[in-house]
């Protein structure tokens, strides 16, 4: 009951409306003073907004007295309703001022259907490309969206984590002494006709948090991103056996002594370059 209380009232109605409705429904007709009983509310205000329903079309009212009221059939009151929101979406669109540029922002978004909610917008709206960095597991959330992005002409192009996909090429930053990050999260990045991009993080626990922005920097550093790790896993895939025979452990120390930070992760940086001498 509550679910479809809340749809009518993102449909427009008052709560006092949807109840009414849902009400007369259940009962296929009523008075209105047999509707504010059962609702425990004042006559008055059913009566005003029986008479708002009923000359919205959305309530019928028979003759007799007292008058009694009934909704239209669910699949009636569908078609009515959705004829009008799109006339007025339609209105909207045409008729809605555009404005001069606006600065690009960022954007925090958290919850798991609202993060979701807004990349699917924006999905839908891609035009040329989508750039994907995400685990699998969100992949498959967005699969519908992304092929018919596919059938529309849009050019996607991957990067996945987790399954059967390949481990990443370089090791995660650790958190610095005493400042302990979140755990069980993963990360992804969407960069849509390279002017769009959300980045963020969706953990174990179901909830999620992202940042979305137009801003030109960070569109191009998880474009830059995405095209370091494509270059890194195409070498690694080409060189396979020969990259780790000519670098052997000084592969992983390469990148440890820019991401780790205590003293034994920079004594090998230093034999590196004493060899080097």
Wanted: a negative charge.
């Amino acid at each position: 009951m509550e679910q479809l209380l809340l749809h009518l009232r993102n449909l427009g109605f008052t709560e006092m409306e949807s109840k009414i409705m849902v009400e007369l429904a259940t009962k296929g007709q009523a008075s209105g003073y047999e509707v504010a009983k059962q609702l425990g509310v004042s006559r008055s205000n059913v009566y005003a907004a029986l008479q708002r329903l009923t000359q919205q079309g959305y309530v019928r009212c028979g003759e007799g007295e007292p008058a009694r009221y009934s909704v239209l059939d669910p699949e009636e009151l569908a078609t009515m309703i959705s004829g009008r929101v799109q006339a007025s979406l339609a209105y909207m669109e045409s008729e809605m001022p555009r404005g001069g540029p606006v600065s690009p922002s960022f954007y925090n978004v958290e919850g798991d259907r609202n993060v979701l909610g807004a990349l699917i917008r924006q999905l839908n709206l891609a035009g040329q490309e989508i750039v994907v960095d995400v685990w699998r597991e969100e992949a498959s959330l967005l699969r519908s969206e992304l092929e018919q992005a596919e059938k529309r002409g849009v050019k996607l192009l991957w990067a996945f984590d987790g399954g059967n996909a390949a481990p990443a090429p370089y090791p995660a930053w650790p958190p610095l002494s005493g400042k302990p990050g979140r755990s069980g999260g993963r990360k992804f990045s969407f960069v849509i006709d390279r002017a769009w991009c959300m980045l963020g993080m969706r953990y174990e626990d179901g909830t999620a948090q992202a940042v979305i922005t137009e801003h030109p920097v960070l569109v191009e550093l998880l474009l830059n991103h995405f095209a370091q790790e494509m270059v890194l896993f195409e070498l690694e895939e080409d060189m396979g056996p020969e990259l780790a025979k000519r670098y052997g452990e000084r592969y992983s120390r390469i990148f440890g002594k820019y991401v780790l930070h205590d003293q034994d992760s920079r004594e090998p940086a230093v034999e590196i370059a004493e060899e080097t001498e």
